[in-house]
């Protein structure tokens, strides 16, 4: 493919992007094979990273539920089956569960990169009290980083589903994180 191809068929992707809502941002793939897949390594992945992160910052680590995978898993069945890719409502009070959301191209990235893109949201964090948090003074920017290292969230639980062309990953989390007026840790 010439360079010439490659700028038509970006600006094409570009233009039906905004046609069908926000920019979609692609991130550097580490490599163009298919990434791994499985239950296992998805578990694996996900609680070595968000251990690693909440370790970093001297928090306890976090356990993994069943349970919690298993709204998670159907909550990222239902994106992939819709393509809506937003919060899932809940419930305010006791049973509401704190949520991260990933989406990016089916097979492109590996567990690790995922839990990655939002760790590295660190760098615009400031441990102040909710909502403040953010350098950038979006919430959206830190969010995911602060969930993940929240000092009062002790279980997660992750799943991923997918469709012909995107993956979709939740993470679920109890107690919720992100409290309004409350530090992460």
Not at 12 to 18: N, S, T
Not at 26 to 44: C, F, N, Q, Y
Not at 126 to 136: D, L, Q
Request: proline letters at 6%; glycine letters at 10%; charged letters at 20%.
């Amino acid at each position: 493919m010439t360079a010439r191809m490659g700028l038509a068929i970006a600006g094409a992707l570009l233009l039906a992007g905004c046609a069908q809502g926000p920019e979609r941002v692609v991130e550097p793939r580490e490599s163009m094979a298919p990434a791994p897949r499985g239950a296992s390594l998805l578990k694996t992945a996900m609680i070595d990273g968000h251990n690693a992160a909440r370790a970093a910052v001297g928090v306890a680590p976090l356990t993994w539920s069943d349970t919690l995978a298993t709204t998670a898993r159907a909550y990222a069945e239902e994106m992939a089956r819709t393509r809506k890719f937003a919060h899932a409502p809940q419930p305010q009070g006791m049973n509401r569960e704190g949520e991260n959301l990933w989406t990016g191209t089916r097979y492109a990235y590996a567990y690790p990169e995922m839990i990655g893109h939002w760790v590295a949201e660190k760098r615009d964090f400031i441990n102040m009290p909710t909502p403040g948090f953010s350098r950038t003074g979006k919430v959206d920017d830190v969010a995911h980083y602060t969930q993940i290292v929240w000092r009062g969230s002790t279980q997660v639980g992750c799943a991923m589903a997918s469709n012909k062309t995107d993956d979709y990953l939740v993470c679920r989390y109890s107690p919720p994180g992100n409290v309004f007026g409350e530090r992460a840790y």
